[in-house]
């Protein structure tokens, strides 16, 4: 089972900032916060990952709490082709013998 | 290649029919993972490689369910005697290291009539 929640649905008018809350309250030690994306009829797309720090990279910002039990994915300036179902996934770095477990995610829609 | 790549993209096969769905992993990825998506789900992990030696196949739903990766690069899942039931879509990821996530295909939209 997932170890994450996040709320099924968000709506994000475009070129406004979408913030997309994940709690994972029972996070351990050694596991990271991963965060894919998956647009209609494509495979998940890797976004970003932390461990306890705040990551930034060319599509998004990830900022965890400092106690991890919760983080938020940050699109800064939202497109309208970041319409996508966003997942929140918690996993231990070496992640080869422990596959990443999904959840249903966020159905982000990003209106015009 | 530039990208996992799965094939065929669609399958329609009657219930009862055997089917092979190919993925082709980015070169040189040692990972290669294999997940079903139900309408509407998040993927679930069927069965994980490392080279070719299937390490982790917990999540094959049932015997009918097999996956192999003989030489370390290309993988085949197949499933024999197919169910409505397997009506989903299969992805295959492959990946490096987890410091770049893993790479999944586009996808083979299973359809059992």
């Known amino acids: 089972d997932a170890k994450t929640t996040q709320p099924p649905s968000m709506d994000c008018a475009e070129g406004r900032a979408a913030n997309l809350p994940c709690n994972h309250s029972t996070i351990s030690g050694n596991e990271y916060v991963y965060w894919y994306r998956q647009i209609h009829s494509q495979g998940p797309q890797y976004i970003i990952h932390g461990l306890k720090n705040n990551e930034t990279n060319e599509m998004a910002s990830l900022i965890i709490t400092e106690d991890r039990k919760s983080s938020t994915l940050i699109l800064p300036h939202a497109t309208l082709r970041d319409t996508a179902v966003y997942y929140c996934?918690?996993?231990?770095?070496?992640?080869?013998?422990?596959?990443?477990?999904f959840g249903k995610g966020t159905r982000l829609s990003v209106i015009a | 290649g530039a990208g996992v790549s799965q094939s065929p993209r669609y399958k329609v096969a009657k219930r009862g029919q055997d089917v092979a769905l190919r993925c082709d992993p980015i070169s040189g990825h040692v990972s290669l993972f294999w997940y079903q998506q139900a309408l509407g789900q998040g993927p679930e992990f069927l069965t994980y490689f490392q080279n070719e030696a299937q390490l982790d196949k917990s999540g094959l739903p049932s015997d009918r369910f097999f996956a192999e990766r003989p030489e370390g690069s290309v993988s085949t899942l197949k499933i024999q005697r197919t169910q409505q039931e397997d009506s989903a879509v299969y992805l295959c990821?492959?990946?490096?290291?987890?410091?770049?996530?893993?790479?999944f295909g586009s996808g083979t939209r299973l359809t059992v009539v």
């Open positions: 990821a492959s990946s490096l290291d987890l410091d770049y996530g893993y790479t």
């Open positions: 996934i918690v996993s231990p770095r070496n992640s080869g013998n422990t596959p990443l477990v």
